[in-house]
């Protein structure tokens, strides 16, 4: 559209000129995605924005190409980047962010690569690098990713790690563009989840009055009632329709590109036929420019920088459709023969100009540079091309696909890969990547691959495969057997200096022992295969042996020490420049320790921090997970539900599925639906042995019995240990539902363990006892353990006790459950208070409290508020004048 036919947008530009204003003000981040269907003016739109604010945005701008499966990975960005470097030089780029050799994944004329020996380390700094960039850029930055619909998995995940973190850096605008009509399922998924944290926009087609306005512009006077209902009839409101349509008036939409080309000079025509085989922009000195003249003065092609491409795809696939099949292959040969581009592009030309030799090896050389890249589902992508097109001798080239499958998280494909490469060769290292991704699928067969891998490993290089068995084991499959290969394991490091599976060795070996009670032998072993891997580099055995920590001091009940854990995970991936991506799993840590120690808005703002990391589906569900139960305590049971239908196909281990059993008898509980409950209780006791998983066994044992299955459950109780008051405390709650305990004993159990919520329904369940033999002490039972509810605002609680008070006439009054004094700052509040004293600023508060900027800000407002305070440094002195702080 010309720009006197820009109409019928004027919502959505507004609300781009509205974040740009926010943006260029420091005060947000935002995420913009504009979907609509082919010609429906997505480009349009930004070019006008763009055009209105001026040069007082920065933009970095890329398109996501149409090469099917064997696609560019990280296209949009490295366009976006190479941009960067030719205005800013290497030096500038280098001066303005001293780890920018990290961008020469995509970047090559950044330098070489900075390559270490975890490819997944390499990835995540990269995402890492890349937001570290639009951090230091002069603000407001926009970041301007076109046509995902297209777009490859990796350019999918670093776009989805951007948007959920840019919030941190504040000042960027994350624009993304799709069409409706040629996203896939993944795509789909993919951008209703980025829908989460983002603004989103479909455009919709003209309306009659807007296609008259575009109309006039196009005509320059008043069109006709003809043309207008004309226009409007065949172009049903798309505008890039009226404009074609207002060109000449063929049979159909599509003929009229292929007419309007019939119209040119014949050379015109035949440059403008073989652009349409190149799939993306095409450089000038490949094109004689005075040929291709009338076409863009037809509006058939614009350019693009020092490059010419079609002005819509939509034109560019009409004219390739015109195309005769001879005339198509002979075209792409030519392009093949002549094209400095990317391998990938290279080999797509080959493929379609018939030449499969020729393909082949363009094909590899692209896998080669896509594994380069660290894009490993591009990588794996162009592998079984070139799997598909090299016939007999593919083992190398099969093995080296599984070693990418399971990087790329590819594991159906990774698992029939390995089997296919088993058949004729065993291998140590294949057999423990299909254990592991078989374990991934929820497979079985995982811990017979181990066994073999250890069995083929040569002698002197055992160590990692044992070690990969002792973890396994350790999960649940015989403690003796787990320790005894562990010793084996940490032997056949030791011999062969493998400081990483000694790490691995040393941290089971030292869960085992706190496992069984010995947290003074097992905790400094456990400290000791921390320094261990600190010490190598081990980056991967490091994060392992500190989310151990966490995990174990919180399965002991020791909530302080098990969040000071996770906090020192947190810094040890800040320490690496991961805190965005391995310290997702420490995030789920600290959810878990908060939530449990009844510090409830904590364990939230850490979810939605730990969320905005863009977690691993995996990791995504214990977040959520986590808030569901917050969720359901606190009297919301249509989160649950939306959990449960969300985590149950990535449910498969012991850890991950019985927390969601428990979910869900929880759920169907509070909804009233006790013969549900009670069918999934026992279903799940029957299908599972719960003496491997005792730490979630016992919350499952606990909501079964609740669920009126508990008369039937005695002997698994009698089986299942009891290690630490956790599960101590559990074990006394099962007692007491099933009679052979008082509430009282759980309620002291529950307080020893920390946890307040349990504590408060444990007292309620004792008071109701006692009401009509101890009224006295009833009484003081509700009144504990309504306070213990009103701090947590566990609302169908709080209306339990309310209930069973008036029924017995007892008075609870109204618990002052604020703190901070007179001001009445929650303990929250108290915290950040704590950090503007000390003259932390918002990103800072952030950090510290792993919380997010936003959410800092929203607390120091409501402090500023309670104080009466006009500014931070007015609401600190309030603090240190009334001793707050």
């Keep these: 559209m010309t720009n006197a036919g820009f109409v019928g947008r004027d919502t959505e530009l507004s609300c781009l000129m509205e974040l740009f204003e926010k943006a260029r003000d420091g005060r947000a981040a935002e995420a913009v995605l504009i979907g609509g269907e082919g010609g429906i003016g997505k480009s349009r739109l930004i070019a006008e924005w763009l055009g209105r604010v001026g040069d007082e945005l920065r933009v970095l701008s890329g398109g996501c190409v149409e090469l099917g499966t064997a696609g560019l990975p990280f296209a949009p960005f490295t366009a976006a980047l190479r941009a960067l470097v030719r205005e800013l030089g290497s030096e500038g780029l280098y001066g303005l962010l001293p780890g920018a050799s990290d961008l020469a994944w995509l970047v090559p004329d950044l330098g070489p690569t900075r390559s270490t020996i975890d490819r997944d380390l390499d990835r995540a700094r990269l995402f890492e690098r890349i937001l570290a960039l639009l951090e230091v850029l002069d603000h407001p930055v926009a970041l301007i990713i076109e046509d995902v619909h297209w777009a490859d998995r990796s350019t999918l995940d670093l776009l989805n790690f951007l948007i959920c973190n840019q919030r941190s850096v504040g000042g960027v605008i994350t624009v993304v563009t799709y069409r409706l009509e040629d996203l896939d399922h993944e795509r789909r998924g993919r951008l209703a989840e980025l829908a989460r944290v983002a603004t989103r926009m479909v455009l919709p087609r003209l309306s009659r009055r807007e296609v008259t306005a575009q109309l006039r512009g196009l005509v320059g006077a008043e069109p006709s009632a003809e043309l207008v209902r004309e226009i409007c009839r065949r172009s049903e409101g798309n505008p890039l329709f009226v404009e074609a349509l207002h060109a000449g008036d063929p049979e159909r939409v599509g003929d009229l590109f292929v007419a309007r080309v019939g119209g040119l000079p014949e050379r015109t025509r035949r440059a403008v036929r073989e652009l349409s085989v190149a799939m993306s922009a095409v ?102 091309r070139v799997l598909a097109l090299e016939g007999p001798g593919r083992g190398k080239t099969r093995e080296l696909a599984v070693e990418v499958a399971n990087l790329a998280g590819e594991h159906e494909r990774g698992e029939r890969l390995a089997t296919e490469l088993l058949i004729h060769e065993r291998s140590a290292r294949i057999l423990q990547l299909r254990a592991r991704m078989r374990r991934h699928l929820g497979r079985s067969g995982d811990i017979d691959d181990l066994r ?396 510290e409290l792993f919380i997010t900027a936003k959410t800092a800000s929203v607390h120091v407002s409501s402090i500023k508020a309670k104080l009466g305070a006009g500014s931070r440094t007015e609401a600190a002195a309030i603090a240190r004048r009334h001793g707050l702080a």
């Design 283 to 384: 450089p000038f000195w490949m094109i004689d420019e005075a040929s291709i003249r009338p076409a863009l003065d037809a509006g058939l092609l614009i350019v693009d920088g020092d490059t010419y491409c079609f002005r819509h795809e939509l034109i560019r696939e009409s004219v390739y459709r015109s195309l005769l099949p001879g005339e198509r292959a002979a075209l792409h040969r030519r392009y093949a023969e002549t094209i400095e581009g990317p391998p990938a592009e290279r080999a797509h030309h080959w493929d379609r100009a018939g030449e499969p030799a020729r393909a082949l090896e363009d094909f590899r050389r692209a896998a080669f540079e896509a594994g380069a890249s660290l894009a490993y589902t591009e990588q794996l992508d162009l592998l079984e």
């Design 452 to 847: 073999e891998a250890v069995r083929l490993a040569p002698e002197g290089q055992k160590a990692p495969a044992l070690a990969g068995l002792a973890s396994r084991l350790m999960e649940g499959f015989g403690a003796e057997e787990a320790e005894a290969v562990a010793e084996s394991a940490m032997e056949a490091a030791q011999v062969a200096g493998d400081d990483a599976s000694l790490a691995i060795a040393m941290i089971c070996l030292s869960t085992l022992k706190i496992r069984a009670g010995d947290l003074t032998g097992g905790f400094p072993r456990l400290w000791e295969a921390q320094k261990i891997a600190r010490a190598g580099g081990h980056q991967g055995a490091l994060m392992r042996a500190i989310h151990y920590e966490s995990h174990l001091l919180e399965a002991f009940g020791e909530h302080e020490g098990a969040i000071a854990a996770a906090r020192k995970g947190i810094a040890a991936a800040e320490e690496t420049g991961l805190a965005r991506t391995s310290g997702a799993v420490h995030c789920i840590d600290l959810v878990e320790a908060l939530a449990v120690w009844g510090h409830w808005d904590e364990a939230l703002e850490a979810i939605e921090r730990g969320l905005e990391l863009a977690p691993t589906p995996a990791l995504r569900a214990h977040l959520l997970r986590h808030r569901a139960f917050i969720a359901l305590a606190r009297g919301d049971t249509l989160l649950p539900a939306m959990v449960i239908e969300e985590n149950r196909p990535l449910a498969s281990d012991p850890h991950e599925l019985l927390p969601l059993i428990v979910l869900e008898i929880e759920l169907a509980l509070a909804q009233g639906r006790h013969d549900d409950a009670r069918s999934i209780a026992n279903d799940a006791v029957m299908e599972h042995d719960l003496r491997q998983a005792s730490r979630f066994a016992w919350p499952l044992l606990v909501a079964a019995a609740e669920a009126g299955a508990g008369e039937s459950l005695r002997d698994v109780r009698a089986d299942l240990g009891v290690t630490g008051p956790i599960q101590r405390a559990h074990a006394v709650h099962f007692d007491a539902v099933t009679g052979s305990a008082r509430w009282d004993d759980a309620a002291s159990a529950w307080e020893t363990a920390g946890n307040p919520y349990r504590t408060a329904v444990a007292l309620t369940r004792a008071a109701h006892a006692l009401v009509t033999s101890d009224r006295a002490t009833s009484i003081a039972r509700w009144v504990r353990a309504f306070e213990l509810a009103s701090d947590l605002r566990a609302e169908p609680l709080l209306g339990q006790i309310a209930g069973l008070a008036r029924r017995t006439g007892a008075s609870l009054g109204k618990p002052d459950t604020r703190s901070g004094g007179a001001f009445g700052l929650t303990p929250r509040e108290m915290d950040v208070l704590r950090l503007v004293v000390e003259g932390f600023d918002n990103r800072r508060i952030a950090a």
